[in-house]
């Protein structure tokens, strides 16, 4: 969740943002923000041969070794499986647009104020969540 507010803050402040860039997209920024790594490690983990997350997401197989899959066994640890990144890039999870009516279905997947808008509702949505699961 903190990996979550903290890339909205990034976003809203003018972080280097860039939809097509794998380290510097909506999931990518996320990536940073949980492992530490800059926008060209992330770029180099996910490799330069897929255009888009979601293609990774859905070709992701943890039995390869490869970069990429120690990246997404590493999400995995974090509570993020292969489905939240996809949804992360496309703004797209139903129960966090749920939590968001008052943005219709206007969000746009490469504005950053959106991307920020979302990755707050998904953030407060997953403590709603929690709290839930506690009690």
């Known amino acids: 969740m903190n990996a979550l507010k903290q890339t909205a803050r990034d976003l809203k402040n003018g ?58 066994a590493l999400l995995k640890r974090y509570g993020f499986g292969y489905q939240d990144m996809i949804h992360i890039e496309y703004l797209s999870d139903p129960k966090v647009l749920k939590t968001m009516p008052e943005y219709g279905n206007r969000l746009k997947k490469n504005n950053p104020n959106d991307v920020g808008n979302y990755l707050l509702a998904f953030a407060k949505y997953l403590e709603r969540e929690l709290t839930l699961t506690k009690e």
């Open 15 to 72: 972080c280097r943002y860039e939809w097509g860039h794998m380290g510097r997209c909506n999931a990518g920024c996320v990536v940073q923000n949980l492992t530490g790594k800059t926008d060209s490690q992330v770029a180099e983990m996910v490799g330069f041969e897929l255009d888009e997350w979601s293609e990774h997401a859905k070709t992701y197989c943890n039995q390869s070794n490869t970069d990429v899959d120690e990246l997404f």
